[in-house]
């Protein structure tokens, strides 16, 4: 877990506790990669803790699940004590009737009591403990022929490289890239691999030092992002400000201040360094954007004069329009919007998902007006994948998607270069990353 700091320590995996009268076999539940970290409370205070994860390794599934430590020091005294709880990949935590699926891990936070001064820890017994119950019926063999599971874990980025390989990062959806872990795909031999990121060599101190970013806490609010589709970088200050620059740090150009009152969620690249910032608070807040590239040249209006969607916006390849949903007119429904002039053209009438759910993909037509909008929506409770013609207003339902979102969990599309593949991944306790060929969907219009 690239996001653990501090020390690792030596784990001794105790386990024979009942649980309502069943014995749990040290084969059944097991704790691995254990570190502790210092964090700031609610009162300002350093406080330590700890982290780590959990795996059942048997054929029926656990909820209730807590783990208890005893914390050793090298005279293997017992020191302290710590209670631990299941958490997302952001550390936060999960509601009691979670179950840990057979084979499948969670990671898990400890509160850390000392008996006195804290001291050096040499050793910690952990002791997970968790009520059995049915494992759920596996869903891969429910999938159509046309989607295919890539990964169960809280997957929160993607790059395509390729017609036929990407790469994707699977953590928590608020940190930096390099707290993420990376894989890499092949989607003709179904293969992944794990991997660093290519940029994150390049993340060094005196790249910080250069972006006044050396503070730990100010790295991961920058949103510091290896333009995928340029050399340059974007990044935040510590107020918020947007400025794009060289790889090394130099040749800064601000994109946008006074954004302090906004929070940045992300962005979606598009071709040649442009790219989409879009901004919320929590699911079910308008969504602020602009259009911008990495080499300091706005495409769109101003923030506060684009008017919000309700959802994450989906922009066309150049910047200058984009697929929003909001109110004109008494009509609610997913419009098409210029971004400089904010005309816009209903494209259709609809009751819109949360900002949680994928931003549409616009994909441009040979002439200016045509375009196909791939759209991911709850249609009579069912997440669905439709595709709309812009010209015709033609709305082609696809497929269903393999979807659970929670208001907690989020889940973003990316669509291969030639068009025939879209990647759908979501965080959350049913996160995961799946691939759909649209080639078998028979396309807009059908």
């Known amino acids: 877990m690239k996001r653990s700091l501090g020390f690792i320590v030596v784990l001794i995996i ?4 009942c649980i309502q009268a069943q014995e749990t076999t040290s084969d059944d539940l097991s704790v691995s990669e254990i570190s502790f970290t210092t964090q700031t409370d609610a009162f300002g205070q350093m406080v330590q803790g700890g982290e780590g994860t959990l795996t059942n390794n048997s054929s029926t599934a656990y909820t209730n699940l807590t783990i208890f430590a005893d914390l050793l020091n090298e005279d293997n005294e017992v020191i302290g004590e710590g209670f631990g709880v299941m958490v997302n990949a952001c550390g ?33 017994e952990a002791m997970p403990q968790g009520t059995p119950v049915e494992p759920e019926p596996a869903t891969d063999a429910d999938l159509p022929e046309h989607i295919r599971h890539v990964d169960t874990r809280e997957v929160v980025n993607l790059e395509w490289l390729d017609a036929n390989s990407f790469r994707y990062a699977v953590g ?16 003709a031999s179904d293969t992944m691999t794990e991997l660093e990121h290519p940029a994150e060599a390049n993340v060094t101190e005196a790249l910080l030092q250069q972006l006044g970013l050396q503070d730990p806490l100010l790295y991961n609010h920058s949103f510091l992002t290896y333009a995928p589709t340029s050399r340059r970088i974007v990044y935040q200050t510590g107020i918020n400000e947007l400025l794009t620059a060289e ?37 079910g807040d308008p969504v602020r954007y602009f259009t911008a590239s990495v080499e300091g040249q706005r495409i769109s209006a101003d923030i506060t004069t684009n008017e919000p969607s309700f959802t994450i916006p989906g922009p066309s390849p150049d910047g200058a329009r984009a697929v929003v949903t ?15 002039s904010q005309n816009k053209t209903l494209l259709l009438e609809a009751d819109p998902p949360g900002n949680n759910w994928p931003a549409p993909i616009y ?19 069912q997440p ?63």
Not at 14 to 17: M, Q, S
Not at 249 to 272: M, V
Not at 420 to 439: F, R
Request: glycine share 12%.
């Open 14 to 17: 105790t386990l024979g506790f």
């Open 363 to 381: 994909v441009p037509g040979a002439t200016f007006g045509e375009a196909d909008i791939y759209i991911a929506r709850p249609v009579d409770g």
């Open 247 to 283: 790889p090394d740090g130099s040749f800064k150009r601000l994109i946008y201040e006074n954004l302090g009152r906004y929070s940045l969620r992300g962005f979606i690249w598009l071709p040649e360094g442009r790219f989409l910032a879009y901004y919320f608070g929590a699911i």
């Open 172 to 187: 928590c959806e608020g940190d930096v890239f390099t707290q993420h872990d990376w894989f890499g795909y092949r989607v």
């Open 384 to 446: 669905r994948l439709q595709c709309v013609e812009m010209e015709s207003g033609t709305v082609s339902d696809l497929s269903e998607l393999p979807l659970n979102l929670t208001t907690d969990d989020r889940a973003m599309m990316w669509l291969s270069p030639d068009g025939t593949t879209l990647a759908l991944a979501a965080n959350g306790v049913d996160g995961g990353l799946w691939l759909i060929g649209l080639m078998a969907l028979g396309g807009c219009g059908t």
């Open 326 to 340: 909001l109110t004109e007119n008494d009509v609610t429904g997913y419009y098409v919007i210029q971004t400089l």
């Open 92 to 124: 936060t935590g999960l509601l009691p009737d979670f179950a840990l699926q057979p084979g499948e891990s969670q990671p898990f936070t400890l509160s850390l009591d000392f008996f006195n001064t804290p001291a050096e820890v040499a050793d910690i």
